[in-house]
């Protein structure tokens, strides 16, 4: 194989291990981002089941203070009784008392939904508080794995840049800026296998005596369409994809 054609397909293969790279790294934010989500929506759902309950604890609050109020009502309406007249004012505080008290009891029946309803949003938050624990739990490890992760891409990216700029030295200067121009033109794909008569990097068919010629590797030749540099991959090789 033509010495320049061989460092041109590795030069091709190292810059497109940068680039998978390049783009990995790109998405590690949205990634992090990502894992944070169960432990927003766990705080969001025990913030809203909290809220509720805070709100049943002042109704209870005021229930219990209606409650207390209503009670010393009775008991003063009670008090009352041995300064009556007649009987039909005895009748008639005798009514004023069970009003009392049936007004009460419909307050103590509210207060007991309330502290069943309570006791029931306590044992939610308690079970919510559980789960964000685990999914914060969850959220460190993924986080510290991403990190090291990342961390292992920028040695990578550290170790590949050295091997692709050793081999961009060896390039002849015009097949460098050849190279150059057609990365930054074609999507980073400068260099393309040929695969059945076929460019894979536009995917377009060649005319025989050019896949003919390309088949060697003898030297540099370019798609006659998105003039690439193309190579013939060898025999039982799967070919270079775009």
Known sequence: MNEQLAI???????????DAIAEKRRQFPHA??????????????????????????????????DLQEREARIDKLRARAGDLKSNKEYQAHLFEIELAQQEKGTVEERLLELMDRTEAI???????????????????????????EQQAMEAE???????????TDRLAPGHRQTY????????????AALKNGTCQGCRLSLQPQLVADIRKNEKILTCTYCHRILFSPPPGLEAQKA
Not at 8 to 18: P, W
Not at 41 to 63: F, I, P, Y
Not at 126 to 144: G, I, K, S
């Open 32 to 65: 992090v981002e990502a894992a944070g989500k169960p432990v927003e929506e766990a705080q969001a759902a025990l913030a809203a089941t909290q809220g509720e309950l805070d709100a049943l604890n002042r109704d209870r609050r005021a229930k219990e203070q």
């Open 180 to 191: 150059e121009y057609l990365r930054t033109t074609r999507k980073g794909l400068a260099v």
């Open 8 to 18: 041109l397909i590795q030069l091709q293969d190292l810059d497109g291990r940068l």
């Open 157 to 167: 990216v550290e170790r590949v840049s050295a091997e692709s700029k050793a081999l």
């Open 122 to 148: 306590q044992k939610a938050v308690r079970e919510q508080e559980e789960q964000l624990a685990v999914r914060r739990r969850t959220f460190d490890a993924e986080r510290v794995r991403l990190q090291a």
